[in-house]
């Protein structure tokens, strides 16, 4: 709250000299919408303290044992508003003459089970009738029963070798349950969201006999498989295109906060929780959670540079083996040798440039050339290139209230505006040219150079303009997407199972999380369906290829780096 009191006092300054009875006309003119300015951002500032106030009083309730209020809507002192639940800009973004949305026809994709002819009349026909052939009727219904199977395997018994020999079951029949009961538990947890107890409740009332543990078990244990395939989707994802989506949303894990870091691109979403949401653990996603590795080059300078690592640390750096690759413990040996008295911060940073080398000098392991993102400090400097999110950046003026119908009417101009150019560069993507690509430049200057008397307006502004090159990414790469709109979603299915389950309570519930929400949002891009592909993988059927095989195919279907390819 200090810094609205300080930007308020020097906003008032100019005005506190100001004798009224000398002003001209032209003066008040101007300085009419400056004293406007100036109330909008007291207004503003006033109901944050008051909120501020609010919230205090209730910690302060609460610390004596009392129970404090409601939270406080934001104030506002001039002609209260309403603040909006969300922050979307889907409307605006939609182009005003676009195409109505269609809604998909079914009838052609729905399989047909078993035909049935119906010529039987109750009332009878009237004896003129004559028959005109059938009009076919679709109906869609599911059979739930249980098929409990008793198997006879044979048994023999070898008195030489003195071993007993038994008949193997059918795949995916180990244990107590049958395929059918774990394909359906896994995709009713994972795919539905269902909880564990709804899901004991669920099985119970089918007919099945099975306890709360054994849920557990049946949706989190012995799918080492499925964790396999997942870690071949995230490299076959990583390798189908040099740039990627990243988000990340919490997952409380047995009663801890931890970071859930979202990967995706079109063909295939990953998830991987980590206790940290930094640098480094975007780092580690990035890497499929191999162990770190360490690597001193010119790259590890450079960034050294950049996060102002002290010049003698950087000389010393200098004499290590250079371009040598260490593990953990061996970087670790090293910088206690030959630094012993590191700080904690200036060590943090060596590690952090270090592994942040390695990734880039990896040989084996696909690296991403460019992330699409929000303007998070976390996911600047991992990849050479950063694309950020115009909806993101666009919430910034979506969240603005302005007190005065002036202000009103220029961000809604300005957010028109906005969202113009903003589908001129859907519009390029479709066909680039260079002679596009430097007249939208110029209209990005254009835009973005507005001045406003407005504070939090031309904050917003002076933001997006100091975010221009990697905004405009896409000038150079027509193939990025302009928002990070597919990552937040698959986030979302994360959010919605932690509502819905609260989170995992153990390294296994945990990395069974990560790994069936991943294969369920990649079946979905591959146009599966998430039970089929279940069914398919625990009995062994073989229809469905491995899907990194499906992502592989589809990359060189449609090519998602044409322009890194081409440069």
């Known amino acids: 709250m200090i810094r609205f009191h300080v930007d308020l006092q020097a906003r008032l300054a100019p005005l506190r000299d100001i004798d009224p009875d000398a002003l001209s006309e032209p003066q008040l003119r101007d300085l009419f919408p400056r004293l406007l300015a100036f109330c909008e951002e007291s207004a503003t500032a006033v109901g944050q303290l008051q909120a501020e106030v609010h919230r205090l009083k209730n910690e302060i309730a609460r610390l004596k044992g009392e129970h404090g209020g409601p939270q406080a809507p934001r104030s506002r002192l001039i002609n209260p508003v309403e603040e909006p639940a969300d922050h979307s800009s889907e409307q605006e973004r939609r182009a005003p003459d676009g195409p109505p949305r269609k809604k998909r026809p079914k009838l052609d994709r729905i399989v047909i089970d078993r035909t049935v002819t119906l010529a039987d009349f109750p ?10 052939g059938y009009a076919a009727v679709v109906i869609q219904d599911l059979v739930l029963r249980t098929d409990n199977v008793r198997f006879l395997r044979a048994k023999f018994w070898s008195p030489s070798r003195r071993e007993t020999y038994l008949a193997p079951l059918p795949a995916g029949y180990q244990g107590e349950f049958g395929p059918g009961i774990q394909a359906l538990g896994l995709s009713l947890v994972y795919r539905a969201h269902l909880s564990l107890p709804l899901l004991h409740a669920f099985l119970e009332d089918a007919g099945t006999l099975i306890s709360r543990g054994q849920v557990a078990n049946l949706v989190t244990t012995k799918v080492d498989a499925f964790h396999a395939e997942q870690h071949a989707v995230l490299r076959a994802g990583l390798a189908s295109s040099p740039w990627q989506h990243l988000d990340v949303t919490s997952t409380p894990v047995d009663g801890e906060t931890y970071a859930c870091h979202v990967l995706a691109n079109p063909l295939y979403a990953h998830y991987h929780t980590t206790p940290h949401q930094d640098r480094r653990s975007a780092l580690e996603v990035l890497r499929g959670g191999a162990p770190p590795r360490y690597r001193l ?6 960034h050294l540079a950049r996060l102002g690592t002290p010049a003698g640390v950087g000389r010393v750096l200098q004499g290590f083996p250079q371009e040598t690759t260490w593990s953990a413990a061996e970087f670790q040996q090293l910088l206690q040798r030959r630094l012993p008295r590191l700080g904690k911060e200036t060590r943090r940073q060596v590690e952090e440039a270090a592994a942040l080398a390695a990734y880039w000098a990896e040989p084996t392991w696909p690296v991403v050339q460019c992330l699409v993102s929000d303007d998070a400090a976390t996911f600047r400097g991992i990849t050479p290139e ?9 919430r910034h003026y979506q969240k603005l209230l302005p007190q005065f119908t002036c202000h009103r009417k220029a961000l809604e101009g300005f957010r028109k505006r906005y969202w113009d150019y903003y589908r001129e560069l859907l519009a390029y993507r479709k066909t680039p040219s260079p002679e596009e690509a430097i007249r939208l430049e110029a209209v990005f200057d254009t835009l973005f150079g507005t001045e406003s008397l407005w504070g939090d307006l031309q904050t917003c502004i002076a933001r997006t303009r ?11 790469h027509p193939e990025l997407p302009l928002h990070n709109n597919p990552a937040e979603l698959t986030a979302r299915r994360r959010v919605r199972k932690r509502d819905v389950s609260f989170g995992p309570r153990s390294p296994t519930g945990l990395r069974a999380w990560d790994t069936f929400q991943g294969l369920v949002e990649t079946t979905r891009k591959l146009g599966l369906r998430f039970w089929a592909y279940l069914r398919d993988r625990l009995t062994q059927g073989g229809e469905i290829p491995p899907l990194a095989e499906l992502i592989a195919a589809r990359a060189a279907e449609q090519p998602l780096g044409g322009s890194w390819v081409a440069a």
Do not use: M, Q, S, Y
Not at 123 to 132: Q, Y
Not at 388 to 394: A, K, S
Not at 466 to 476: G, I, M, Q
């Open 466 to 476: 100091a975010n221009k090159e990697k905004l405009l990414r896409v000038l150079e």
């Open 297 to 302: 080059d010119a790259a590890a300078h450079a």
């Open 123 to 132: 009332e009878g026909l009237p004896a003129d009738a004559r028959f005109k």
């Open 386 to 394: 950063l694309a950020l999110c115009w909806v993101h950046d666009g």
